[in-house]
């Protein structure tokens, strides 16, 4: 591991190796927290911004990768899960359930298997860009990539 990468973004690069994926992380020292800031900093589209949320479904969490430019519907995602009820989740259960903060949760590699559903909106994108680990560190892939490498289905997420 290099002195100057993060150890979370650095398991983000193992992860992404594992699954033969080659990524390119790129730290943003004023932050990527949310989409806007990340878009800004990147130079692209809010559209191009994968927002990881983290869910509970009738007690099971979740993750739901939305585009940058869309809110998610809360019971489109309870339906998708096979569930009634989706509540938020704080910030320890994020970093508990994923390995990471919010705001700097990627498509894999987290501490426990969640099921993933993912907006098709992000699919109109050449490249999209997540979170690394961090709220500074962001990577580029393509969207058909994103979702074989988080095991997502596509499904409409958007409010």
Known sequence: MSADVHPNVQRVIDAASGLGLDISPQRFPDGTKTAADAAAAI??????????????????????????KN????????????????????????????????????PFG??????TFVDPDLLAYEEV???????????????????EASGGSVVDLKR
Do not use: N
């Open 43 to 68: 130079g692209v589209h809010v559209g191009q911004i994968v927002k990881s949320l983290i869910f509970s479904v009738d007690g099971r969490l979740v993750v739901a990768y939305v585009s940058g």
């Open 71 to 106: 809110q998610l519907d809360e019971s489109k995602l309870a339906m998708a899960a096979g569930g009634t009820a989706c509540e938020r989740v704080d910030a320890d259960t994020v970093r508990t359930a994923t390995g990471y903060p919010i705001g700097g949760v990627p």
């Open 110 to 115: 987290h501490a426990t298997d969640l099921a």
């Open 129 to 147: 860009w997540a979170a690394a680990g961090t709220w500074h560190d962001v990577f580029g892939i393509a969207p058909k990539r994103l979702v």
